[in-house]
C-alpha cells in the first residue's frame, strides 16, 4: 500500500493484509486483528506439512525464516521493508495479523488451502492472494470485512462501492460491493464471481475499468 500511497496521496484509512489492519496515511496503526494464538499456530503445522515456506506478519513487522527463500526478494519490494530472519515464530504468534504459505508449486498451495479452510473453519480466513501464496488471517480480516468498514467509516452505502480484483481472496468483496470488476487475467471462476471484467494487468485493466465502467459508465458496458 505504500507504493500506491506515495502516488496517490491518500486521506483516508488504509487496509492491510486483507483487512488485518487498519492504518492512518502516516502508517499508524489504527485496528488490528490478530489470529488465536491456537490457529496461528495450526495453520503453519499445515503450510509446512504441505512443503510450503511459512511467513508471519504482524502489525509492524514481516518474520521469515529463510532469506533467499521463493519470492522473498520480490514481497520486499512490494512492502518496502525487509523481513527479519528468525528461527523460531513463537514468540511473535501472539501477534500475528498474516501468515502466509509460499512456494512455487501451484497444485501444493491449493491443496493447503482447502486443508486450512477444512482443518480451521470458523476461526481463520484462508485464501490464495497469488497463485503462490495463501493468506491465512482473523476470520474478520478478508477483503470484504474491508468494504463493511470503509463503507461505516466514510459513510458511503456498500452499493456505491466498486471493488476490483482478480484473485480468489477478491471474491468476498465483490459480494459486498456495488459494482465488481474481475480483471482479464483472474481464472474464469473469479470472472463468474464479478458483475463485469476488465482487460488483463498487461493491457492496463485497471485504467480501462476506472474509464469504462466508474468514470464514464452505460447500461451496455455494465452488462458486458
Not at 532469506?67 to 522473498?72: R, W
Request: glycine share 6%; aromatic share 8%; net charge negative.
Amino acid at each position: 500500500m505504500k507504493m500506491i500511497n506515495d502516488a496517490l496521496h491518500l486521506d483516508t484509512p488504509i487496509a492491510g493484509f486483507n483487512g488485518g489492519v487498519f492504518t492512518r496515511p502516516d502508517w499508524t496503526v489504527i485496528s488490528s486483528r490478530t489470529l488465536l494464538r491456537e490457529a496461528a499456530e495450526k495453520a503453519i503445522e499445515i503450510i509446512r506439512k504441505h512443503q510450503l515456506e511459512a511467513w508471519l506478519y504482524t502489525a509492524e513487522e514481516w518474520y521469515i525464516p529463510h532469506p533467499d527463500g521463493p519470492h522473498v526478494a520480490r514481497e520486499a519490494w512490494t512492502v518496502k521493508f525487509d523481513a527479519k530472519v528468525v528461527e523460531d515464530f513463537g514468540p511473535y504468534l501472539n501477534e500475528a495479523v498474516k501468515i502466509v504459505g509460499v512456494s512455487d508449486d501451484l497444485a501444493a498451495v491449493a491443496a493447503c488451502e482447502a486443508d486450512c479452510q477444512e482443518a480451521l473453519r470458523s476461526s481463520v480466513s484462508a485464501a490464495r492472494s497469488q497463485p503462490y501464496y495463501l493468506d491465512v488471517t482473523h476470520p474478520e480480516a478478508t477483503k470484504g470485512g474491508v468494504v463493511d468498514y470503509l463503507s461505516r467509516t466514510l459513510q458511503i452505502t456498500p452499493e456505491e462501492i466498486a471493488t476490483m480484483g482478480d484473485m480468489p481472496n477478491d471474491v468476498l468483496m465483490f459480494r459486498k460491493s456495488g459494482l465488481s470488476i474481475a480483471m482479464g487475467n483472474a481464472s474464469a471462476e473469479v470472472q463468474s464471481q464479478a458483475d463485469v471484467v476488465t482487460a488483463s494487468c498487461d493491457e492496463e485493466g485497471f485504467a480501462i475499468a476506472i474509464d469504462k465502467f466508474i468514470l464514464n459508465p452505460s447500461p451496455a458496458t455494465l452488462q458486458s
